[in-house]
């Protein structure tokens, strides 16, 4: 325990920062993984601004929140552009290209055996 008056009240204030910004990181989360979900671009929008925000306060390391947006744009990129199912023809091409003989293959080369050490 402190012994100076002003250090108590330190330790108090340190309790309230810690609890603030541990909500508001994991105010951060939830609102990163449903807009990674959604995929809206609004809902992306939205997220990067409290991203910003959050670094500008002290919540969260700058680079974290440039780190996080660039992977939130990525991730809602990914999901607007999904790409179509392949048709069932080219799946049966695939799995008769896997199941080819394994004598077609180049066998691996042995390695030649270690001289031994004389004593």
Same mark, same amino acid.
């Given at each position: ?6 250090? !108590? $009240?330190?330790?108090?204030? +340190? !309790? $309230? ?16 993984? $449903? ?12 997220? !990067? ?6 670094? +500008? $306060?002290?919540?969260?390391? *700058? ?10 744009? %990525? ?9 179509? *199912?392949? *048709? ?25 055996? %270690? ?5």
């Amino acid at each position: 325990m402190p012994n100076i008056k002003a250090a !108590e $009240k330190w330790v108090r204030q +340190s !309790e $309230k920062r810690t609890l603030r910004n541990r909500d508001g990181k994991t105010r951060l989360k939830t609102l990163y993984k $449903k807009a990674v979900a959604s995929g809206d671009p609004g809902a992306v929008s939205a997220v !990067e601004s409290q991203f910003d925000k959050a670094a +500008s $306060k002290g919540i969260i390391h *700058p680079n974290k929140a440039a780190r996080k947006k660039s992977r939130l744009a %990525r991730a809602a990129h990914k999901t607007q552009t999904a790409p179509k *199912p392949a *048709p069932k023809a080219a799946k049966v091409a695939k799995a008769t290209k896997a199941a080819a003989p394994a004598s077609a293959e180049k066998p691996a080369r042995k390695r030649a055996p %270690r001289a031994k050490a004389e004593k």
